[in-house]
T-cell receptor
Framework: NAGVTQTPKFRILKIGQSMTLQCAQD?????MYWYRQDPGMGLKLIYY???????DKGEVPNGYNVSRSTTEDFPLRLELAAPSQTSVYFC????????????FGQGTRLTVV | GENVEQHPSTLSVQEGDSAVIKCTYS??????FPWYKQELGKRPQLIID?????GEKKDQRIAVTLNKTAKHFSLHITETQPEDSAVYFC????????????FGAGTRLAVHP
């Protein structure tokens, strides 16, 4: 039981490049989330999903896209990377309605230069 | 949408003292309030949570209180120890509909021996 797995752990992108951050969970959780954490700051919700095929915007969705084709996977796509997207990205999952614990991945540290 | 404010942003205490962190939320539909601890360079992990049908919850040295009328909730840590040093995040979500989990900005707690 691996929990929530994110890849890669570190990445350096050049301005204008694109990439996909991968997130997979093996707990059969319905809810999945993407957050970004800027240095010394809190967790800002980018996108979330309540189940396969259903996604919705969070607090800071601009510059990102997501898809949820399976229960297990929730990739985050960055198009035309900008320095403002330099951050640590966390994926999380939770069982679903009723207010349940969110389990976080280990994070992806992204630098855009 | 939901907005969660957290105070203070930094807190410094002597070992053995108590620490209190306060949060307010804006959405009256929110009914689930977890607290996460994030150690340096690591992922956030749940330490305690409370639902709106409960006014207080304790787990050893940690307690959380909730005032639904005033829309605020607090984390209390008693007999603090150096290993309590970390960043603490409060969060709020509603368990009906789409379950966004919105975090406060975090409190950096330093416990000095």
């Amino acid at each position: 039981n691996a929990g929530v797995t994110q890849t890669p752990k570190f990445r350096i992108l050049k301005i204008g490049q694109s990439m996909t951050l991968q997130c997979a969970q093996d707990m059969n959780h319905n809810y999945m989330y993407w957050y970004r954490q800027d240095p010394g700051m809190g967790l800002k919700l980018i996108y979330y999903s309540v189940g396969a095929g259903i996604t919705d915007k969070g607090e800071v969705p601009n510059g990102y896209n997501v898809s949820r084709s399976t229960t297990e996977d929730f990739p985050l796509r960055l198009e035309l990377a900008a320095p403002s997207q330099t951050s640590v990205y966390f994926c999380a999952s939770s069982l679903g309605r009723g207010g349940t614990e969110a389990f976080f991945g280990q994070g992806t540290r992204l630098t855009v230069v | 949408g939901e907005n969660v404010e957290q105070h203070p942003s930094t807190l410094s205490v002597q070992e053995g003292d108590s620490a209190v962190i306060k949060c307010t939320y804006s959405d009256s539909a929110s009914n689930y309030f977890p607290w996460y601890k994030q150690e340096l360079g690591k992922r956030p992990q749940l330490i305690i949570d409370i639902r709106s049908n409960v006014g207080e919850k304790k787990d050893q040295r940690i307690a959380v209180t909730l005032n639904k009328t005033a829309k605020h909730f607090s984390l209390h840590i008693t007999e603090t120890q150096p290993e309590d040093s970390a960043v603490y995040f409060c969060a709020a979500s509603a368990t009906g509909g789409y379950n966004k989990l919105i975090f406060g900005a975090g409190t950096r707690l330093a416990v000095h021996p």
